[in-house]
């Protein structure tokens, strides 16, 4: 039986550290990969706003991670300061997505809130109602959407945001996305961007006279949800595929259905 996806050239941009899984099973559909990483994840400028409300997370009611990242970068801090994960444990936990929730429940973390969508509006629908006069840690990165804190606030909330990491385009994305390159147009039958910033890095890794809309012109584009496909039409561009749910497994499932049917009747493009 011939694979789902043989023959087809998928690109995806993750952060080299976290390509695999996606590779992987775009790999076992018979997909050819091509990895141009267009974002590397590097510590902040300070750790100072982490390392001060770690230092107090007695006061803190709540807890929201917004990335496995933020996990990550997380659980570094508390070995720095001699502390166990256990510290954590008189917190309702916020995890945005099931990856996340699963980092957390890997240090023996219980999560209180998953949201049904797995983007910052959703966490702030999940939590209406119980927030009001409590203090809350929301630990992101540097650059983010400021839906949360905000809307928290609102609501009546002390909120306190420390950033955990930091998201870069990588030296070499230019020259690796060049490569992948013929008269201007990406060699490949379909893109995957999941994250906000692997589709800015994309447009900001292109040649000089390059858009990411001509770069792009016959490639189907997929995106892991509804936040990554805002930004792809601040660009002039409009998601083909859009994850459901807002996962790798999510934007894998939707993008082999459309690469197997290009044209379905009853699934319309993602309008941008």
């Not at 917190?91 to 998953?114: M, Y």
Request: charged letters at 20%; a positive charge.
């Amino acid at each position: 039986m011939t694979p789902l996806l043989a023959g087809k050239r998928i690109v995806i941009t993750r952060a080299h550290h976290q390509a695999a899984p996606l590779a992987r099973d775009l790999e076992a559909l018979g997909a050819s990969v091509i990895s141009i990483p267009l974002i590397e994840v590097r510590p902040p400028q300070s750790f100072q706003p982490l390392d001060k409300a770690l230092a107090k997370i007695q006061k803190y009611d709540w807890l929201i991670l917004t990335s496995v990242n933020g996990v990550h970068a997380l659980r570094k801090r508390l070995d720095k300061a001699g502390m166990s994960p256990s510290a954590l444990r008189h917190l309702s936990i916020v995890a945005i997505g099931p990856a996340t929730c699963d980092e957390l429940s890997a240090l023996g973390l219980t999560v209180k809130v998953v949201p049904e969508e797995y983007v910052a509006e959703s966490v702030v629908r999940a939590l209406q109602g119980q927030v009001k006069g409590k203090s809350i840690l929301l630990v992101r990165a540097k650059i983010a959407r400021d839906v949360i804190p905000k809307a928290l606030r609102d609501a009546g909330a002390e909120v306190d945001v420390a950033e955990a990491y930091e998201t870069v385009l990588p030296i070499n994305a230019a020259k690796r996305l060049a490569e992948h390159l013929e008269n201007g147009r990406l060699q490949a039958d379909a893109i995957t961007f999941t994250s906000s910033s692997t589709v800015r890095n994309f447009a900001a890794a292109l040649s000089q006279g390059l858009s990411p809309k001509s770069v792009l012109q016959d490639v189907l584009i997929a995106s892991i949800g509804p936040v990554t496909s805002a930004t792809l039409g601040e660009l002039g561009l409009k998601a083909d595929v859009e994850g459901n749910p807002y996962t790798i497994p999510g934007l894998v499932n939707a993008l082999t259905n459309r690469l197997r049917n290009p044209f379905p009747a009853d699934i319309p493009p993602v309008s941008s």
